[in-house]
């Protein structure tokens, strides 16, 4: 378990590069939390495409609603 003193540094840490800007740190969590969300979706995308054909009309459904979730997402990490 992390020592207080080693909690005390990370935190010290964490407040002199975002100079103490509590959105920011924020903002910056909430962006990587999306940008996380982001690559699953791509990653699914990558699977999609090696489980189906370009020609199935199941793939081409499947594709379009998952690209639409990853501009939604887009969406959400332009916005911060």
């Keep these: 378990m992390a020592s207080e003193v080693q909690i005390n540094a990370v935190v010290d840490a964490i407040v002199t590069a975002f100079g103490g800007d509590a959105a920011l740190f924020q903002a910056f969590l909430t962006r990587g939390k ?3 969300e982001l690559a699953a979706l791509e990653s699914a995308e990558r699977n999609l495409r090696d ?9 081409n459904a499947a594709l379009a609603a998952n690209q639409a979730l990853q501009a939604d997402k887009q969406a959400e990490i332009d916005a911060l």
């Design 51 to 59: 489980g189906f054909t370009d020609d199935t009309t199941d793939f």
């Design 34 to 36: 999306l940008e996380q």
